[in-house]
Each structure stands twice: as structure tokens, then as C-alpha cells.
């Protein structure tokens, strides 16, 4: 995408995706550099500054963009971009749909989960988010997927509504094998960057906030997905 065209296409933050990609790749930003802000971007590409915040969002997630508050957002090192699509197009559709129906079981868990949280229930996020943190820096796999599983699961119990619990517990027994090609690729850069926020929206009970949190993790993974297809 040449860098002085406005955006023309439907799905705006996947071709809001396609230019900071363009720009690492051709070293327009190298590593280490500060990338242009949001608003910059948006006047640039003509749209709005919250379809700029989405990309930024992925890219940080899946490691390849860094923000400093107060500083703005720079190229990490190692964050070229393979050309080549991260799964196949069966497993992306499948992903998708995955994805579509645990938006709809754990935004609102999350939501209910903000107003029955426990101090233990917050230690107990706290350590899984440490855990989980240890065994990606470990790349141990296995038990990184088992920490990131278990703290959607424990967020599900504690909106004490079984009926969420058990409808997680579902998916992720009857979809293991997909989710776990989803680790082997990306590991779990989306937990540790979402995962906390979420957390943090629980322990303050504030309800509407663990909603939206939890909404954007799941949904901004399912742009990524579409944007590496």
C-alpha cells in the first residue's frame, strides 16, 4: 500500500493492518523507532483514530509493536513479518467461529465476574497471570495454553452462572487440538497483553469495563486472524 493513499476498502483495520506491516517490512520504521501516532495515521489514511487503535492493539499483542506511556509506540526488535498466512484457510474459518462464540459466552462471564470477584479469586488470577508468564518465557507450550485456559475458566466460575463455565469447559475440551495450533503460532502475546486489563477491570468491580476488556481480546484476535489470511 503506498503510504500517501487514503484507505478505500471495506474491512478498514486490515488495511490499516497492511500499511504498519508495509512500513516495518520495508524498514520505513525500523527497529527500535517510533511509529507515527494515531492521529497522524488517521489524518494520513482518512479514517477514524479508534480503526488505528485496533491494528496498533494486534500488532502489540502479537509482539511486534511496543508502547512506552508517555512516549508513544516503537518497532520491537525481530519483528519482521513473515509473508506467508500464519494457519490455513479451514483452520482460520474455524478459528473464527471458535472465537465468534467464546466472545459470546465470556464478555458477559467477565462482566459477572466484576461483581462476585473474592480477594482469593484475584490472587488466584494474579499467580495464573504470573505463571503463565514464566512458562512463555520458558517456551514450555504446553503449560502456557494450560495458564491461559485455565484463567478464561476460572473468570467463567466466577460469574457463578454454570451455565458459562460449563459452555467454556465445552469448547475448549471439543476444540483443544485447534486452539493449540494457535499457541504453537502466536503463543500467548494476546494473554499477556489482555490478561492483565482484564484482571484489573475484575478487581475493581467494575463490571462494564471486564466486559469490554474481555470483548476486545477475543474480537481483536479474530482481526488478526483475518489480516494474516
Same mark, same amino acid.
Not at 45 to 73: D, M, N, P
Not at 124 to 149: G, H, P, R, V
Given at each position: 500500500?503506498?503510504? !500517501?493513499?487514503?484507505?478505500?476498502?471495506?474491512? *478498514? =483495520?486490515?488495511?490499516?493492518?497492511? $500499511?504498519?506491516?508495509?512500513?516495518?517490512? &520495508?524498514?520505513?520504521?525500523?527497529?527500535?523507532?517510533?511509529?507515527?501516532?494515531?492521529? +497522524?495515521?488517521?489524518?494520513?489514511?482518512? *479514517?477514524?483514530?479508534?480503526?488505528?487503535?485496533?491494528?496498533?492493539?494486534? %500488532?502489540?499483542? $502479537?509482539?511486534?509493536?511496543?508502547?512506552?506511556?508517555?512516549?508513544? =509506540?516503537?518497532?520491537?526488535?525481530?519483528? &519482521?513479518?513473515?509473508? /506467508?498466512?500464519? %494457519?490455513? &484457510?479451514?483452520?482460520?474459518? #474455524?478459528?473464527?467461529?471458535?472465537? +465468534?462464540?467464546?466472545?459470546?459466552?465470556?464478555?458477559?462471564?467477565?462482566?459477572?465476574?466484576?461483581?462476585?470477584?473474592?480477594?482469593? #479469586?484475584?490472587?488466584?488470577?494474579?499467580?495464573?497471570?504470573?505463571?503463565?508468564?514464566?512458562?512463555? +518465557?520458558?517456551? #514450555? @507450550?504446553?503449560?502456557?495454553?494450560?495458564?491461559?485456559?485455565? %484463567?478464561?475458566?476460572?473468570?467463567?466460575?466466577?460469574?457463578?452462572?454454570?451455565? $458459562?463455565? !460449563?459452555?467454556? !469447559?465445552?469448547?475448549?475440551?471439543?476444540?483443544?487440538? @485447534?486452539?493449540?495450533?494457535?499457541?504453537?503460532?502466536?503463543?500467548?502475546?494476546?494473554?499477556? $497483553?489482555? /490478561?492483565?486489563?482484564?484482571? !484489573?477491570?475484575?478487581?475493581? /468491580?467494575? &463490571?462494564?469495563?471486564?466486559?469490554?476488556?474481555?470483548?476486545?481480546?477475543?474480537? #481483536? %484476535?479474530?482481526?488478526?486472524?483475518?489480516?494474516? +489470511?
Amino acid at each position: 500500500m503506498a503510504s !500517501d493513499h487514503k484507505i478505500q476498502k471495506t474491512n *478498514v =483495520t486490515q488495511q490499516v493492518a497492511e $500499511y504498519i506491516r508495509d512500513n516495518i517490512e &520495508s524498514n520505513r520504521w525500523p527497529e527500535g523507532s517510533r511509529i507515527e501516532s494515531e492521529t +497522524q495515521m488517521a489524518e494520513k489514511l482518512g *479514517v477514524s483514530r479508534a480503526s488505528i487503535r485496533v491494528a496498533i492493539r494486534q %500488532f502489540i499483542a $502479537y509482539g511486534r509493536l511496543e508502547s512506552i506511556q508517555g512516549k508513544g =509506540t516503537f518497532v520491537r526488535p525481530g519483528a &519482521s513479518m513473515e509473508s /506467508h498466512s500464519l %494457519f490455513s &484457510s479451514a483452520d482460520s474459518a #474455524d478459528i473464527e467461529k471458535v472465537m +465468534q462464540f467464546r466472545t459470546t459466552i465470556e464478555r458477559d462471564a467477565a462482566f459477572y465476574a466484576a461483581q462476585h470477584a473474592t480477594p482469593e #479469586d484475584i490472587a488466584f488470577l494474579e499467580e495464573n497471570i504470573k505463571n503463565m508468564t514464566a512458562a512463555d +518465557q520458558a517456551k #514450555d @507450550l504446553k503449560l502456557s495454553w494450560k495458564y491461559d485456559m485455565e %484463567f478464561h475458566m476460572k473468570i467463567a466460575e466466577m460469574s457463578q452462572n454454570k451455565f $458459562y463455565q !460449563d459452555s467454556l !469447559d465445552m469448547v475448549f475440551r471439543s476444540t483443544y487440538d @485447534l486452539h493449540f495450533k494457535i499457541i504453537e503460532q502466536l503463543g500467548v502475546r494476546f494473554a499477556n $497483553y489482555f /490478561h492483565p486489563a482484564i484482571l !484489573d477491570a475484575v478487581a475493581k /468491580h467494575h &463490571s462494564e469495563k471486564a466486559r469490554t476488556c474481555m470483548t476486545r481480546h477475543l474480537e #481483536d %484476535f479474530i482481526e488478526m486472524i483475518r489480516v494474516n +489470511q
